[in-house]
């Protein structure tokens, strides 16, 4: 793989103090210890002296070393005092002329000797630089990161989970392998790939896996490094990528995130000039323009399938569509394994039951989670991650960070402690919902100061009405108990009462769950087809019914509230019980509930 390298301003630091340091060492070797003019003379009288260079002012030479080997000799120079030397050079014999020694080499090796060192320098990593970042001339290369084969040692024994999508993809592998087997019957292979999923399922995972299964090099960028402020530039890299793919075929070109590439034709511009625009009218020639013989793969990956130009999605360009979906239960525990790989984990971890607490994770978070517990672990001086570990490590994904030291008023803690009860007490009273695992009256997260963890037996693809409405009244269950016990409500529901109306009226609109209007589906507003984001509601139906559909939403958490109520009240003496027990531990487990429920 290629290394960018990116220039520093402590990169001109670093080599003024190298040339400093080298001249300061180089000027020591050549200087000349300055002395009185009395020590010459003492010097000259001892016959020390060996020969000098004088001038109108000063005088240079050379004298014995007190103590040194035979004939080693040291620069000295001094201001010169006495107009008549010469005489007493002659009378001691001292070689003597009227000019002071050239210092030429010594300016030589001080100056230009670093000054040559640091330019060498700085074409050196100028030249590395160069190569990497786009300069001027460079302004149209492509930005990919290229992988060889040998720096590719991502498998498809690294990814699980995904049994379907790998399926889908070894045909493209035995295609790169064996491109023969296919076009003797006169098949080709799709020539693009495009992989549709939530964030972090592990669709670049995915794509690496193909290019190190075939051996081939693999180009890797993102669709925003083709989009620049000047016109022209995204064509020119598009031009410039296949160009160099064509060059080193068979091998595999990886556009991640090609919604900021392919969104669709006239979505927010105001012409037909935009440089996005220009940027996917290259890209969509290019892919009518290379033969799939060649053996180029294009592979992209997205999770907004539904905002991408359809001209990208016809057959002939992206022709195979592959789903990387949320793992189920034995994905998740298939994917546990490979992470786990890397930790000292207990031997008696139970990854069945890990699997079922974490529903809905996809690769990416179920690789923090492990990470979490890995830390809790270290932090608690253990040698190996055991379960007690992971389950916090869920708590911590799922609900945030327990925060022990926030202090709260004992009437508001008390509340806490009743709402919480109420949750749980409704939640193990009605059929249909998810067990009970631990309730908490410790603060965690941002505004959360208690919850109830309820965690599901498996992996559920269905609802029934009935169980839709049992969730309801087990989220309306905290704000009855505190006008069970207080005859007063609080505003620490406001979370219950938002999942309670959206559950509700999901039910009326989507599912035609309401007995008044009937089998019909009134949500027309446009949704994210991986991401949990809607758009704003454009309701395509009259004011009579949405008055309609309102006054059902109201009726149904009615209902769900006095069955709540009604719940609490016979079992009140559970719920006073319950929340004592929470006061004094702070947390307890579903099971502990569940025996003083039996135990009535």
């Known amino acids: 793989m290629e290394k960018r390298h990116r220039f520093s301003i402590w990169y001109v630091l670093l080599g003024v103090w190298a040339v400093l340091i080298i001249q300061g060492y180089i000027a020591s070797m050549f200087a000349a210890q300055m002395i009185p003019y009395s020590q010459f003379l003492n010097l000259l009288k001892a016959g020390k002296i060996g020969e000098v260079a004088v001038t109108a002012n000063q005088i240079q030479g050379k004298m014995m070393v007190d103590g040194g080997a035979p004939g080693e000799t040291k620069v000295f120079k001094t201001i010169r005092v006495d107009p008549e030397l010469s005489t007493l050079l002659e009378q001691y014999k001292v070689v003597f002329k009227g000019e002071i020694e050239s210092t030429f080499l010594r300016d030589l090796f001080s100056w230009i000797f670093p000054i040559m060192l640091f330019v060498g320098i700085w074409y050196f990593f ?125 091998c595999i070109i990886f556009i991640d ?173 009605l059929p249909g919902t998810d067990p009970v695992q631990k309730i908490s009256i410790i603060p965690r997260g941002i505004a959360a100061l208690g919850y109830t963890m309820q965690v599901p037996t498996g992996d559920r693809f269905l609802m029934r009405k009935t169980e839709l409405l049992n969730k309801v009244a087990s989220l309306l269950g905290g704000r009855a108990a505190e006008e069970i016990i207080f005859g007063d409500i609080s505003t620490g529901a406001h979370n219950d009462l938002a999942r309670a109306t959206d559950i509700t009226k999901s039910m009326i609109k989507e599912y035609g769950m309401s007995d008044r209007l009937g089998q019909v589906y009134f949500a027309r507003e446009k949704r994210q087809q991986f991401l949990d984001i809607g758009v704003q509601e454009t309701g395509d139906y009259s004011n009579a019914t949405a008055e309609t559909i309102d006054e059902e939403i109201k009726t149904i958490i009615s209902m769900e509230y006095a069955k709540a109520l009604e719940i609490l009240k016979t079992k009140k003496d559970i719920l006073q019980k319950g929340a004592e027990l929470l006061l004094e531990k702070e947390k307890i487990e579903g099971t502990e509930l569940k025996a003083l429920m039996d135990g009535q």
């Open 126 to 250: 100028m030249k590395k630089m160069g190569s990497q970042q786009a300069g001027f001339m460079t302004i149209g290369k492509n930005k990919a990161k290229i992988y060889v084969e040998n720096e590719l040692n991502v498998t498809f024994k690294d990814v699980a989970g995904v049994d379907e999508a790998k399926q889908e993809l070894i045909e493209v592998v035995e295609f790169l392998k064996n491109p023969g087997k296919f076009t003797q019957l006169g098949g080709r292979i799709p020539k693009g790939i495009l992989l549709v999923g939530p964030p972090g399922t592990g669709k670049t995972l995915l794509a690496k896996a193909v290019a190190g299964e075939s051996g081939v090099p693999f180009f890797s960028l993102s669709g925003s490094e083709f989009v620049e402020m000047f016109v022209g530039l995204g064509a020119a890299r598009v031009r410039d990528l296949f160009v160099q793919a064509k060059e080193k075929a068979p």
């Open 257 to 429: 995130e090609l919604d900021a590439l392919g969104k669709a034709r006239g979505i927010g511009t105001f012409g037909g000039h935009d440089e996005r625009e220009q940027t996917l009218n290259q890209l969509l020639a290019e892919m009518d323009g290379f033969d799939p013989k060649v053996g180029v793969i294009l592979m992209a990956a997205t999770n907004r399938p539904e905002i991408l130009d359809p001209a990208l999605l016809r057959p002939g360009r992206f022709d195979r569509h592959i789903l990387v979906d949320r793992p189920d239960k034995t994905g998740r525990m298939e994917i546990l394994k490979v992470h786990l790989k890397n930790i000292k984990a207990a031997a008696d971890l139970d990854l069945e039951k890990l699997a079922n607490m974490t529903p809905g994770m996809a690769g990416a978070d179920l690789a923090n989670l492990i990470n979490e517990a890995a830390l809790l672990a270290v932090r608690r001086e253990k040698k190996e991650v055991g379960m007690p570990e992971f389950e916090e490590a869920i708590e911590r994904v799922v609900a945030g960070l327990e925060k022990k030291n926030r202090l709260i008023n004992p009437d508001e803690r008390k509340t806490v402690a009743y709402h919480e009860m109420g949750h749980a007490i409704v939640a193990l009273s």
